[in-house]
C-alpha cells in the first residue's frame, strides 16, 4: 500500500459534495452512486482532497486525532478504496 500513499487524490466534475453539520454526501452524477461521510470520514474527505498525497492527508490527521496510527491508516486506506470504486475520487499522477 505504500504505492497507494503517494497518490494524489481529486474529485471528479461530475461528483456534488453536501456538507451538513459536519457530515458530508457525495454523489456521482454519472453512475447515480452516492457515499455519505460522518464526522470523521468528512475530515478524511477534506485532507484527502486538499493534500498533495494520501500520505500527506494521513500526516494531517494523525496530528487531529489522538487514534492508533496503525488503524488511521488503515481506515484512510479503507475509504480511499470504497470512493475510488464508487467514483467518487480518481487518483492523478505526481
Known sequence: MKELLSKRVSVP????????????????LDGGRYFGLDDVGTDMWKALTTSASIAQALAQLTALYDADAAL???????????????????????
Not at 13 to 28: H, R
Not at 81 to 88: D, F, P, V
Open 72 to 94: 488511521l491508516k488503515s481506515d484512510l486506506e479503507n475509504l480511499v478504496t470504497r470512493l475510488a470504486e464508487y467514483g467518487l475520487i480518481k487518483f492523478d499522477d505526481s
Open 13 to 28: 466534475a461530475d461528483v456534488l459534495i453536501n456538507e451538513i453539520a459536519g457530515e458530508s454526501v457525495l454523489l456521482n
